[in-house]
């Protein structure tokens, strides 16, 4: 069983900072990408950002500039520092990689539950 586990989300307030951690655990061969996704009440899921392997990085342009993806291959956690936080960077926030398991080995899709992250002005 492999699965993904957020933390770190909660209230801030506009021009606040945030950490959001996801950590990925089980039966893991392989990590490929990693990212995170938001969905706002009545909106569609959005690619927030994502980080390769080697560490390339690509962000959706709202967040560029204040949002940081980065990851521990070593410990296969990724993180999101989030900066000068906005009220409409409010959202369910949900980390998503690409693995494989040492069960089946093909690589597939996984998401966490979801962590909160709500930004008062």
């Known amino acids: 069983q492999v699965q993904l586990v957020e933390s770190g989300g909660g209230l801030a307030q506009a021009g606040g900072s945030l950490r959001l951690s996801c950590a990925a655990s089980?039966?893991?061969?392989?990590?490929?990408?990693m990212g995170w996704y938001r969905q706002a009440p009545g909106k569609q899921r959005e690619l927030v950002a994502d980080?390769?392997?080697?560490?390339?990085?690509n962000y959706v342009d709202s967040v560029k500039g204040r949002f940081t993806i980065s990851r521990d291959n070593a410990k296969n956690t990724v993180y999101l520092q989030m900066n000068s936080l906005k009220p409409e960077d409010t959202a369910v926030y949900l980390c998503?990689?690409?693995?494989?398991?040492?069960?089946?080995?093909?690589?597939?899709?996984?998401w966490g539950h979801g962590t909160q992250v709500t930004v008062s002005s």
């Open positions: 998503n990689a690409v693995m494989s398991s040492s069960g089946s080995f093909r690589w597939k899709d996984y």
């Open positions: 089980g039966s893991i061969f392989s990590i490929n990408a």
């Open positions: 980080i390769t392997v080697g560490g390339n990085t």
